[in-house]
């Protein structure tokens, strides 16, 4: 069954501190996998997709099929990054669903 | 251009009543979405629609009932409201995967429902 994992219900860094979300999943296809944000009082929202490989906000998050892993890294972490994250996994193939992990509210200090 | 437009935003319930969530887009998305998000749980997929007049169930569609008559809407239903129904509800749409679309999902601001 398909399943996604976030470890950590928090997480605290200070300002200019590195940060990483981990993330690990269970699929038996070849997985889709996401990040998705919510900043207080605004919509949850796309961040980056692990296929377009793309670096957006200074979060880069790197597909390991060994680890079956998708951890987000931000070498230098922003108070503005403080909000929830969550990564998802489309568990539907062709027809399309995502599967969200809890989530990962994460502040940065100042 | 609204995007996911949810209505009613806030809305308390006694057990036992029943009420409809409607979500409309204007986005021409053929895919919509209901969702749930509880604290510690995340966001649990209720039903899904993969286009006009079709519906699918999702991880917990126990107690929900849903229907896609137009394109643009999706509604959700709760026959006869449960305590265990007291939730943030979000729906978000999409194109499908693929063909240049990239699936991402738009959500709408959310439906915070409380049952008494």
């Known amino acids: 069954a398909q399943r996604v994992t976030q470890p950590e219900k928090l997480l605290s860094v200070f300002k200019g501190a590195p940060v990483e979300l981990k993330c690990n999943y269970s699929?038996?296809?070849?997985?889709?996998l996401f990040w998705y944000v919510q900043y207080s009082r605004q919509r949850l929202q796309l961040l980056l997709r692990?296929?377009s490989r793309e670096s957006i906000k200074g979060f880069t998050a790197d597909l390991n099929k060994g680890e079956t892993s998708f951890h987000l890294k931000k070498p230098f972490a922003q108070e503005e990054d403080s909000a929830m994250y969550y990564c998802?996994?489309?568990?539907?193939?062709?027809?399309?669903?995502?599967?969200f992990g809890k989530g990962t509210l994460l502040t940065v200090n100042p | 251009n609204a995007g996911v437009t949810q209505t009613p935003k806030f809305r308390v319930l006694k057990t036992g009543q029943s009420m409809t969530l409607l979500c409309a887009q204007d986005?021409?998305?053929?895919?919509m979405y209901w969702y749930r998000q509880d604290p510690g749980m995340g966001l649990r997929l209720i039903h899904y629609s993969v286009g006009e007049g079709t519906t699918a169930k999702g991880e917990v569609p126990d107690g929900y009932n849903v229907s896609r008559l137009k394109k643009q809407n999706f509604l959700l239903g709760l026959e006869s409201a449960a305590p265990s129904q007291t939730s943030v509800y979000f729906c978000?749409?999409?194109?499908?995967?693929?063909?240049?679309?990239?699936?991402?999902?738009?959500f709408g601001e959310g439906s915070r429902l409380t049952v008494l």
């Open positions: 986005m021409n998305h053929e895919y």
């Open positions: 998802a996994l489309n568990s539907g193939g062709s027809n399309y669903k995502l599967t």
């Open positions: 699929y038996s296809g070849s997985p889709e």
């Open positions: 692990h296929i």
């Open positions: 978000a749409s999409s194109y499908p995967l693929g063909q240049g679309n990239t699936g991402e999902l738009f």
